[in-house]
């Protein structure tokens, strides 16, 4: 069936450091991949979305690619800050019915 | 701000209780979704609505029910509380099923349920 498969965290990083957070996915057909970032104590916010084989979705500062070839769909940032400091979720959705696969987060802190 | 209103935002109950989770999703939506978030099994899915109807059910134990009333809220009945059902309860909008690809569903604050 469909699902998601993202790095287990946590991870800790110095402020300005590189950020890579792997997620693979499996989908039958074509589906639309999504990053959502949860801060501590809020709901899940979009962070970013592609919707077909090499787009690729931004947004302060993050971004990520659909690569239809390797199934996956990885979230980097070039230089976190402590702002940044979340848990972040990969997620597909299918078209038919619009039903969401999340992974299992991944938790970041960055420290100054 | 999502747009998605959940209540209450906490939540103490007892074993055995009953307890019923609102969601008023953003304006327009018509499919509503819940999920539960618990420290152990991360991010699960529930049930999904659309316009009244359920679409997908996913891991919803028989003790829970959920339903969307033709003001297109939706409700989660949590009965039987067991310890081990303390968690975040999420509930998430999005406009329509198969409005193209990309379709976003938007997530509301949560309801934290304390089963003691």
């Known amino acids: 069936g469909d699902s998601v498969t993202q790095m287990e965290g946590p991870v800790t990083l110095s402020e300005e450091a590189f950020l890579t957070i792997n997620c693979t996915y499996t989908?039958?057909?074509?589906?639309?991949l999504f990053w959502y970032v949860q801060y501590p104590g809020e709901g899940l916010q979009l962070l970013l979305k592609?919707?077909?084989?090499?787009d690729k979705g931004s947004n302060k500062g993050f971004e990520a690619t659909y690569r239809k070839e390797t199934t996956s769909f990885h979230l980097e940032k070039g230089s976190v800050q402590v702002s940044d400091s979340a848990v972040y979720f990969c997620a597909l959705s299918v078209s038919t019915g619009n039903q969401f696969y999340f992974g299992t987060g991944t938790s970041l802190t960055v420290i100054p | 701000d999502s747009g998605v209103t959940q209540t209450p935002k906490h939540l103490i109950t007892a074993t055995g209780q009953r307890v019923t989770l609102r969601c008023s999703p953003r304006s327009g939506d018509l499919s509503v979704y819940w999920y539960q978030q618990s420290l152990d099994q991360g991010l699960q899915f529930l049930i999904q609505y659309y316009n009244g109807e359920e679409r997908a059910k996913g891991n919803i134990l028989e003790r829970f029910s959920a339903q969307q009333f033709p003001d297109l809220h939706s409700e989660l009945n949590l009965s039987s509380l067991e310890l081990g059902d303390s968690a975040l309860y999420f509930c998430?909008?999005?406009?329509?099923?198969?409005?193209?690809?990309?379709?976003?569903?938007?997530f509301g604050e949560g309801s934290w349920l304390t089963v003691v």
């Open positions: 998430a909008s999005s406009v329509s099923l198969d409005r193209g690809l990309g379709n976003t569903i938007y």
């Open positions: 592609a919707t077909k084989a090499d």
């Open positions: 989908a039958t057909g074509y589906p639309s």
